[in-house]
């Protein structure tokens, strides 16, 4: 336990016993976990804290008025009424879809084996801005490949249309991309929560006499609430902060939702707006706020069965003939979400045109080159982003480690405190954050503006969540008693972290390090605010290059992106992968 | 006067539930642990036990008493001293092995020595004597994952003994294995401990491993140390039925002390008449008591034999056990009497037959008014 006084230790023993007072635990090693975590905790909370004084503070009195002039911003009914159908709408659809997917591969036969684990995490591979552009690329009424196919198909069995049949820039467009890229999020949740529930609940039902169903309403959904609920807190955060997905298709469908309007009103207006952009955004919190208390006592109110004994794997429910279809829909999802779009960009990139009919004899690689490397504004943008991911993933990963790792070993209201703060940024938008950034840095004294470091700083902010997730993940596959067993055979706290922590964790944290990586080089929410000319970055770009309209240029940058983001995994995965594989224990 | 290798005295320790109310884990424990000496600390889950293991290696704080290992204090609580457990010179045996999965066992090992900053010869050395003498040397180069339960903890046992500890803590490390292997570690950890005299606290809720391993046994209920003797005098002496109960079978009839002569004999009135017993504790006249006697103490007779306490009963159920057969004999209602006969002949049901124990083997264990006849608390 800590104490705020730091009481020197009575040497009233030899050296080697190193006798403390107690309360003082102040090793190097210990004081090195509490800088990194209470320097997080300041990067995270000192932005936050600004955002919200300057709402109501303006020039150094308490002040209303920008709150009050957020209420009177034109079409505010309409916006709030857009955004939440989009997130309600998609996130419902996206927790569905996640719960049957979860299902599907945790509980019955439709197990592709190893590749059922990592096909619902495929689409993470992809930035969503690059997967949304390539979804404009496929989806449009008219140049869309996804219906020019459709209608070439329609047109042999006699059915002409001049467009469509899909059109992206519609509401039900807009809710299916939103979906699509919730999904991820209520599956991983679902399955863990899956794979703890007691399968011997459910061999029970089907003992008595429950049929398939049965079984799955009355055992299997009321004991996974837990992971459902905190799934839709995930997925209305996340929906919520979303820009790219409206800024490429919203606009087009003339749908307008509360994260582009704070967009618009920031890079559009001079900072006198910026009070409202942070009203709007206390909206967002205010609702998501409410959401977490409700999802909190939807917990309380019920009991829920984990894992009784030993884990064992529960029989899986056989499907029969039914496992071909179950299995088409998992690989559906991996179709819409990861091989369309990315047919779209590459069709296009190759073909140097957006258009339907592909020249199939005239593909070539040059447009690429172009884009990529003789346009030194995109090449910039596209390097900026891997620099930023390449390091700042590290860092992150870095600090996420040491935070889960003293968060595991101490327990106590500092641990709770670094704990909280550091997926404090889930709940915030990400716009609020990048606000925070700009207000916090961007000026004097730190005068940060149009740097690297004011986004690097920015990106670790925001996506701390992910890493420290992931972190927590591969903490806790280091048991108490392991690292219990190496104090007791005389080694300190930091020799215990490096020889026993750190190897068991690093296949966990080098995932998370992945997926962090996408995140830090595809970021658009940090990037839409704090990226300017002197520090591009590749998803600022994208959006750049979509208001210019030049769809080439930009389906070979989001595939140039992509692929970087796919080649960097698929390395990092095979290199974890012939390591000698620790096998879980 | 022998070494003292641990001595804890008055060593509290309380947890706090997740609705806030307080739980005594500890509670007032004094105990001293003689050089060579192994002690069991027995008991059934949540009394104690554990949380008394590990604060005697530093896993746990305390919150008042204190700990004093080879003379030398570890915790106090009045001095506001804690030494980590890192630097306490013991080793321990945890109940889920916790070997690291990553390393080798020999590099398991080996960790201790390398943590002492240890010459590589010197490492290599002793690592090998080690594992040779718990018989796993051809394991050397083999991870945890790939070996069975019982190799596991012998690579457990031989990274507690290889940096030559003369404290050796055990978390109940038998009760992951199977029967047969159990058995033949426990024997093993016996002559081992005995070879290499090494002072061991060995935590078990099995009264089979604490008869084996035990120099003295202590029996633990709800943080306190409710008796500490030798496995005899816990088996022939307990000094109250939860202790009676939970070391072995016994039969237990209850009657009231009508009165206490001054030769020290006691008379029990029972249902079944007035009984004399020389062997008490604690007893008044008036106080409600339970006359205790194990089954092995008890004959089957078609007399009553003089000068011994007999009960006229029927055979209810009589079982082949193998090494020794269970008759339960009905004495009446409420009274069932189990008797243990080495012989292999199982009676007739319905039999009429005596039972029949010597005076010396009852002993009388008070009885609270809030106790339960078939419940032991």
């Keep these: 336990m800590i104490e705020a006084n730091a009481v020197v230790a009575q040497e009233v023993h030899s050296d080697r016993h190193g006798v403390r007072a107690l309360g003082a635990r102040f090793t190097p090693f210990q004081i090195f976990s509490l800088l990194v975590g209470f320097g997080t905790a300041s990067l995270i909370l000192y932005p936050f804290f600004l955002v919200l004084v300057r709402l109501f503070w303006v020039d150094g009195s308490f002040n209303i008025e920008p709150f009050r002039n957020v209420l009177q911003l034109p079409n505010l009914g309409q916006l709030i009424f857009n955004t939440f159908t989009l997130v309600i709408a998609g996130g419902g659809i996206a927790l569905l879809v996640g719960f049957v997917l979860a299902w599907l591969n945790e509980r019955t036969d439709a197990r592709i084996g190893a590749l059922s684990d990592i096909l619902p995490l495929l689409p993470f591979v992809m930035p969503v801005i690059a997967a949304t552009a390539g979804w404009v690329i496929i989806g449009a009424p008219r140049a869309g490949y996804l219906n020019y196919y459709i209608r070439a198909v329609l047109d042999l069995v006699g059915i002409h249309l001049k467009q469509g049949p899909f059109d992206i820039f519609t509401w039900y467009g807009l809710i299916f991309v939103y979906a699509l890229y919730l999904i991820p999020y209520p599956y991983l949740l679902i399955s863990a929560g899956l794979r703890n529930l007691d399968p011997s609940l459910e061999e029970q039902a089907r003992v008595c006499g429950a049929g398939l169903w049965k079984t799955l309403r009355k055992v299997t959904l009321p004991n996974v609430w837990p992971s459902i609920a905190g799934s839709a807190l995930i997925v209305a955060t996340i929906g919520f902060a979303m820009i790219s997905v409206p800024i490429l298709i919203g ?107 592909t020249r199939w004899g005239e593909l070539t690689l040059e447009h690429f080159r172009t884009v990529l490397w003789l346009d030194h504004k995109t090449r910039e943008s596209l390097f900026n982003s891997v620099y930023l991911g390449l390091i700042g993933a590290t860092i992150g990963m870095i600090i996420a480690a040491t935070i889960s790792s003293y968060v595991q070993r101490s327990t106590g209201k500092v641990s709770v405190f670094i704990d909280g703060v550091a997926k404090l940024p889930a709940a915030v938008s990400g716009l609020i954050l990048a606000i925070g950034f700009i207000l916090a840095f961007a000026g004097p004294p730190f005068r940060l503006h149009g740097t690297m470091l004011i986004l690097l700083l920015a990106f670790l902010a925001t996506h701390m969540p992910s890493g420290s997730i992931a972190a927590d993940g591969a903490a806790s596959q280091v048991g108490h008693s392991l690292m219990e067993a190496s104090y007791v055979s005389g080694a300190s706290e930091s020799r215990t972290f490096w020889k026993i922590n750190m190897p068991l964790m690093l296949p966990g944290l080098v995932a998370g390090w992945s997926l962090l990586f996408v995140r830090y080089a595809g970021d658009f929410q940090a990037s839409a605010l704090l990226s300017g000319t002197t520090n591009q970055t590749a998803g600022k770009k994208i959006i750049e290059i979509y208001e210019m309209g030049s769809f080439a240029y930009l389906a070979a940058l989001a595939m140039g992106l992509t692929a970087i983001t796919g080649t960097v995994i698929a390395v990092v995965f095979a290199l974890t992968r012939k390591r000698s594989s620790i096998s879980a224990l | 006067m022998e070494d003292i290798v641990v001595e804890v005295r008055n060593l509290q320790k309380a947890f706090k539930r997740a609705d806030g109310t307080p739980v005594k884990a500890i509670d007032d424990v004094s ?21 008394l293991l590990r604060s005697i290696a530093g896993l746990e704080k305390p919150d008042a008493g204190e700990i004093l290992i080879g003379g030398e204090t570890m915790f106090s609580g009045a001095q506001r001293l804690e030494v980590p457990a890192q630097n306490r010179d013991l080793s321990m045996i945890f109940q889920s092995y916790a070997l690291w999965p990553h390393m080798t066992a020999f590099d398991n090992v080996a960790f201790p020595l390398r943590s002492r900053k240890t010459p590589k010869e010197e490492v290599v050395e002793r690592v090998n004597q080690t594992l040779a003498l718990v018989g796993v040397t051809e394991l050397a180069g083999q991870h945890p994952s790939d070996m069975s339960g019982g190799q596991q903890q012998r690579v457990a046992l031989a990274r507690a003994l290889v940096a030559g500890d003369n404290l050796i803590l055990l978390d109940e490390p038998l009760s992951n294995v199977d029967a047969k292997v159990r058995d033949q570690l426990r024997r093993e950890l016996v002559e081992m401990q005995q ?183």
């Design chain 2, 195 to 377: 070879e290499l005299n090494f002072s061991a606290i060995y935590v078990t809720h099995d009264q089979i491993e604490a008869m084996e391993l035990a120099d003295r046994i202590a029996v633990m209920d709800l943080g306190k140390i409710v008796q500490l003797g030798s496995p005899r005098e816990i088996y022939e002496k307990p000094s109250s039925r939860y202790v009676a109960n939970f070391v072995g079978t016994v039969n237990e009839l209850p009657g009231t002390v009508a009165s206490i002569s001054l030769d020290g004999s006691v008379a029990v009135t029972t249902q079944l008449g007035t009984v004399y017993v020389t062997n008490e504790e604690y007893l008044t006249k008036g106080s409600n008591t339970v006359l205790s006697f194990r089954p092995e103490r008890c004959s089957i007779s078609s007399q009553p034999v003089d000068g011994n306490l007999n009960f006229p009963g029927t055979v209810k159920r009589s079982t082949f056990f193998g090494s020794n057969t269970e008759h339960h004999i009905e004495i009446s209602e409420q009274l069932d009497i189990v008797v243990w006969q080495v012989d292999s002949k199982q009676l007739d049901h319905q039999r009429d037959v005596w039972v029949t124990v010597e005076h010396g083997d009852i002993r009388a264990l008070p009885f609270g008014e809030d106790e339960n006849l078939n419940e032991c608390n």
């Design chain 2, 31 to 51: 105990l001293s642990v003689r050089s060579g000496e192994c002690i069991v600390l027995l008991g059934p889950s949540g009394c104690g036990k554990t949380t």
């Design chain 1, 251 to 357: 606009t087009g469908a003339g749908i307008q939702v509360i994260s582009t309007r704070i967009v618009r009103l920031l890079n559009f207006t001079y900072p006198a707006k910026m009070a409202e952009a942070i009203g709007l955004s206390l909206i967002v919190l205010i609702v998501l706020i409410g959401i977490w208390r409700l999802q909190a006592r939807l917990i309380k109110g019920g009991r829920f069965a984990t894992i009784g004994g030993r884990a064992a794997r529960g029989r899986r429910i056989e499907l029969g003939r039914w496992r071909w279809v179950a299995r088409s829909v998992t690989f559906g999802y991996v179709f819409f979400a990861l091989i369309a779009p990315l047919y779209g960009l590459l069709i296009t990139s190759l073909n140097g045109f957006w258009t339907p009919k």
